[in-house]
C-alpha cells in the first residue's frame, strides 16, 4: 500500500471514467418522469484565456456533489456543459494581436474542459455545444426569424447607448452607472437603426412568473424592481399666458399631493421642448441647456447627483388649485419614462427639494387631496431588449434588404447564416461584417444583384438565454430540440448563476421561455424553478482576487500540491454555498489530511486477512446510520460544510473500529465529494469491478436513527431531585426500580417505600412517598 499521493492516481481515472462513458448521454435517459428527473445546470461558462479560477470550483464542485449523490439516490441526472463562446474578449484579443477569434476561443475551450475533467467534474460531455459553432447559432437565428414572424423582432430609428471605446451599442442593462459595463467608458447617447425584441409584451408575465420560483429573495425583488411597475394617474396641467395650445402632461404615483406642486420639470427631450424654446424669451439659455443633455443617458441622469436647469419662462396652471406654475427644463427627469415630465412637489419629494433648493425655488407644505383628478395610468420602466451590435464575434442577423431596402429574413434553407471570415476585426463604428466580400456577394448569388446582408450580429445575450433547451436535444439539425426532449427536461431543476447575472440572462430567459410555449414547443412557463447564486471565494488578504492586486489562487497550483479531492472538498468545507468566503492555505492542508487519514484506513484494511469478519459494532453502525442520513440531508439543502464536518466527526470518532462493511457505505457518501480517492480505493485496493459512483447511496435504518438511551427528571413528591439513565424502551417497572435502588431518590424514603410512582413516557417519573 503507498502513501496517499493524488497526482498517481487521479488523472487516470479521469480517462477511465471517459472511456467508460459512465456519464455519458444522460439527455437520451428512457422513463423519464417529473418525479425521477433532476435536471441540473451550472452558468454558461465563457472560455476565458486566462483559465479555470478557483472561483469556478465552487459552484462546480457543488454541483457535482448533487450530481453524484441523485444519480446514487435513484434520480435521472441530466447535467450539461457547453461554451458561451461569441463576445467582446475574443474579438478584441484579436484586434490586439492579429489571431482570428475563432482560434483563441478553440483553445481556451481546450484549457477550460481539461480543467474542468481534471477536478472530476461528471458533466456529460456528450451535451457539448457552443454558441460560436454553426450547428448552434443555426438555431440562434432560427429563433430571431421566429421572433421577427410575430412581430417581436423589429428594426427602429433610436437613441441608443454607445461605448466609444467598444464602438458598439449597448444594451441598457449593459450600462451601469451611465458607463459601459465592460470596459468603464462614458457611455454617449447616439441615434442609430437598430434591432429590437419585444420583451416588453411579456412585461406583466414576467411579473407574474416570479411568485412560482424558487429563487433569493433578493434576484425575484430586483427583477420586479426591473421591470418597474408603478400604478399612477395621467394628469393634465393646461398652459397658461402663451400661443401654446394644449396640456403639459405629467405621470404621478402621487396625485394626492397635489396642492403642493410649485413647479414642473420636463425633460431636455421632451416633445414640448422645442415648442416652449421657440416662444420663450429663454431660448437661447434653453438651447444650450439642451445641447449640453444631448449626450447623457437616462442611466446617467437617475445617477447624477448634480441636478441641473433651465428656467422656460413659460406657465400652466395647476388643475386643483388654479395656481400658475413655471415651468423648468432638466436633467432629474427622464425623457424614456412616463410622459417625460412632472410636477414637482418639493415639500414631499427629496429629489424635488433637492432642486428647489438648488434653484430657489418654493417649498409649499400641503395636505392630502382625495379626488381623482388625472387618468389611472400604469407605467414600467422595463424597455424593449436591443439586440444588435456593430461587432465581428457573433452570430450574423439573419435578415437580407432587397433593393429598396425592406428587410426580408434570410431563408430557412439558407441558415445557418454563416459568419464571414475574411474580415477585419478593427472598430471603426461600423459592423466589420461590411467589409466581408464574400459575405456581400453570397447575398447577391442568393437573393439577387443589388440584395445586401444586415451587418450587425446579435447580443451575446441572445445566444446564453436559450442554451439550456439545446442541452436537451444538442445534436439534433431538423429543430432547435425535439419536443419529446423538452418535455422531458425541462424545466432545470437547480441552476447555480453567479450574483452579477440577476436581471440581463434570467430576465432575457424567462422571455425566450415564455414565447417558445406561445410558440408550442414548451409546456412550462418558467425556465428554471430553483436558483441559487454562490458566493465569491476572496484572496486570502480578504479582498477580491485580482491580478493587480497579487491575491489570486490558481487551483492549478492547489491540484498539484494536494491533488483535485483536498481542493474540492476544501472549497466545500470553505462555508456556506452563498457566503463570500476568504481563501486559507491552512485548511487546505487539514482537508489533506483528513484524505489522508482515510486513506491510510483502507491501507491497513487491505493487509488484513479477516477483512469481511471483522464485527458492526452496535453503536457505531448506530452512528454510521445518523452520518449517512445526515449527509444525504445536508447535500440536498446545500449545506456541504456541515456535511463534511460530519463526515469527519464521524470518521475520527469511530476509524479503530470500523467494519468493513460500514467502512464502505463510509467511502460511499465520501465519494461525491472526494470523486478520484474513493475510486481509486474501491477499484484498486478494494478490487470491486465497476465505478464507485454507479453505486447506490446507502441504506439507512430509521429505528437506529433514534436515540437509545435517554437522560429522565425524576421528582419526589413533585420536586425534581435528580434524574437516571434509561433506554428508550425500558418497562415501567425497571425504571422506577432504577429510581428506588439510587441512593439520590431512596434517601427520601423509609426501606424504599413508597406511597405511589406515575411515569410519563420518555418524559419524567414522579415518586410520591
Ligand atoms: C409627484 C410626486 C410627489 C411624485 C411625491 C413622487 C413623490 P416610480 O414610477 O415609482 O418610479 N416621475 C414621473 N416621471 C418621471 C420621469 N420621466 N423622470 C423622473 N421622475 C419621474 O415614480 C413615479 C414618480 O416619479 C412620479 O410621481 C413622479 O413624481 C416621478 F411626493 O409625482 B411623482
Given amino acids: 500500500m503507498d502513501k496517499y499521493q493524488p497526482q498517481k492516481f487521479e488523472e487516470k481515472w479521469v480517462k477511465r471514467w471517459k472511456d467508460e462513458k459512465i456519464f455519458q448521454d444522460t439527455y437520451k435517459q428512457l422513463d423519464v418522469t417529473p418525479e425521477s428527473k433532476m435536471y441540473l445546470l451550472y452558468a454558461f461558462a465563457y472560455p476565458s484565456g486566462s483559465g479555470l479560477h478557483v472561483g469556478h470550483v465552487e459552484p462546480l464542485t457543488a454541483l457535482d456533489i448533487l450530481a453524484r449523490y441523485y444519480r446514487s439516490i435513484g434520480k435521472k441526472v441530466f447535467f450539461p456543459v457547453g461554451w458561451d463562446a461569441f463576445g467582446l474578449p475574443a474579438e478584441n484579443y484579436a484586434i490586439k494581436t492579429g489571431i482570428p477569434p475563432v482560434k483563441t476561443t478553440k483553445d481556451a475551450i481546450d484549457t477550460f474542459s481539461h480543467q474542468i475533467k481534471r477536478i472530476g467534474v461528471s458533466y456529460d460531455w456528450g451535451t457539448e455545444v457552443a454558441t460560436c459553432h454553426p450547428g448552434y447559432y443555426r438555431w440562434t437565428q432560427w429563433l430571431f426569424l421566429q421572433l421577427y414572424k410575430k412581430g417581436l423582432a423589429y428594426k427602429k430609428l433610436a437613441p441608443v447607448n454607445w461605448c466609444p471605446s467598444c464602438q458598439t451599442v449597448l444594451a441598457n442593462e449593459q450600462v451601469v452607472e451611465g458607463k459601459c459595463e465592460r470596459c468603464g467608458t462614458d457611455v454617449i447617447q447616439k441615434k442609430m437603426e437598430q434591432w429590437f425584441f419585444k420583451i416588453t409584451d411579456y412585461k406583466d408575465q414576467l411579473i407574474e412568473g416570479l411568485k412560482k420560483l424558487d429563487w433569493p429573495k433578493a434576484t425575484k425583488q430586483q427583477q420586479l424592481n426591473w421591470i418597474g411597475k408603478s400604478q399612477g394617474e395621467l394628469i393634465k396641467f393646461p398652459f397658461v399666458d402663451t400661443e401654446i395650445e394644449g396640456d403639459l402632461e405629467v405621470f404621478t404615483t402621487r396625485p394626492d399631493t397635489i396642492e403642493g406642486v410649485t413647479f414642473m420639470v420636463i425633460s431636455p427631450g421632451n416633445a414640448h421642448v422645442p415648442i416652449i424654446a421657440a416662444q420663450s424669451k429663454n431660448k437661447k439659455k434653453i438651447q444650450e441647456y439642451v445641447d449640453k443633455c444631448a449626450n447623457d443617458t437616462d442611466e446617467e441622469r437617475q445617477i447624477n447627483k448634480d441636478k441641473t436647469g433651465v428656467f422656460t419662462d413659460t406657465y400652466v396652471k395647476n388643475p386643483v388649485t388654479g395656481e400658475k406654475i413655471p415651468v423648468w427644463i432638466s436633467n432629474y427627469v427622464l425623457s424614456g419614462y412616463g410622459t417625460g415630465a412632472i410636477m414637482a412637489v418639493p415639500f414631499t419629494d427629496d429629489r424635488d427639494r433637492a432642486f428647489a433648493e438648488k434653484y430657489d425655488l418654493e417649498i409649499k407644505e400641503h395636505g392630502e387631496y382625495k379626488k381623482l383628478v388625472g387618468k389611472k395610468e400604469i407605467q414600467y420602466k422595463l424597455r424593449d431588449w436591443l439586440i444588435s451590435r456593430q461587432r465581428y464575434w457573433g452570430a450574423p442577423i439573419p435578415i437580407v434588404y432587397d433593393p429598396q431596402g425592406k428587410a426580408h429574413p434570410v431563408k430557412k434553407e439558407n441558415l445557418p447564416w454563416l459568419l464571414p471570415t475574411d474580415v477585419d476585426f478593427k472598430p471603426t463604428g461600423e459592423s466589420p461584417l461590411r467589409l466581408s466580400k464574400e459575405f456581400i456577394e453570397r447575398v447577391e448569388k442568393l437573393y439577387g444583384k443589388g440584395w445586401t446582408p444586415e451587418y450587425d450580429t446579435m447580443d451575446t445575450f441572445v445566444d446564453s438565454s436559450w442554451y439550456y433547451l439545446r442541452y436537451t436535444d444538442p445534436r439534433n439539425e431538423e429543430e432547435f430540440a425535439q419536443i419529446d426532449h423538452l418535455k422531458k427536461w425541462m424545466p432545470v431543476d437547480f441552476y447555480m448563476i453567479g450574483p452579477e447575472h440577476i436581471v440581463l440572462h434570467l430576465l432575457y430567459s424567462r422571455f425566450f421561455t415564455k414565447f417558445l ?26 479582498r477580491k482576487m485580482s491580478k493587480s492586486k497579487g491575491n489570486v489562487i490558481n487551483p492549478d497550483d492547489v491540484m498539484s500540491e494536494y491533488g483535485a479531492d483536498a481542493l474540492r472538498m476544501y472549497e466545500m468545507f470553505l462555508g456556506p454555498i452563498d457566503a463570500d468566503k476568504p481563501w486559507n492555505v491552512d485548511s487546505v492542508q487539514g482537508q489533506y489530511r483528513f484524505l489522508k487519514r482515510v486513506w491510510n484506513f483502507f491501507g491497513v484494511l487491505e493487509k488484513m486477512s479477516d477483512l469481511d469478519t471483522k464485527e458492526s459494532n452496535k453503536e457505531i453502525t448506530q452512528l454510521l446510520n445518523k452520518t449517512v442520513k445526515k449527509v444525504g440531508d445536508d447535500i440536498e439543502a446545500l449545506k456541504f460544510n456541515t456535511a463534511i464536518a460530519a463526515m469527519m466527526e464521524f470518521f475520527n470518532e469511530v476509524s479503530d473500529n470500523l467494519s468493513f462493511i460500514d467502512a464502505k457505505s463510509f467511502l460511499k457518501i465520501l465519494s461525491p465529494f472526494a470523486p478520484f480517492m474513493t475510486e481509486e ?55 422506577i426500580a432504577k429510581a428506588i435502588d439510587n441512593v439520590n431518590f431512596s434517601k427520601y424514603m423509609v426501606e424504599q417505600k413508597y406511597k405511589k410512582a406515575i411515569y410519563v413516557k420518555g418524559k419524567i417519573l414522579n415518586i410520591i412517598v
Avoid: A, C
Fill in 517 to 542: 410555449r406561445d410558440e408550442g414547443y414548451l409546456s412550462v412557463d418558467e425556465p428554471f424553478s430553483k436558483m441559487r447564486h454562490q458566493g465569491m471565494i476572496l484572496g486570502p488578504d480578504h
Fill in 681 to 735: 480505493i474501491w477499484r484498486n485496493i478494494l478490487k470491486n469491478k465497476t465505478s464507485i459512483h454507479l453505486e447506490p447511496w446507502p441504506d439507512f435504518d430509521e429505528n437506529l436513527l433514534k436515540q437509545s438511551k435517554i437522560t429522565l427528571p425524576v421528582q419526589i413528591n413533585g420536586k425534581v431531585r435528580g434524574t437516571i439513565e434509561i433506554e428508550v424502551e425500558m418497562k415501567e417497572e425497571d425504571i
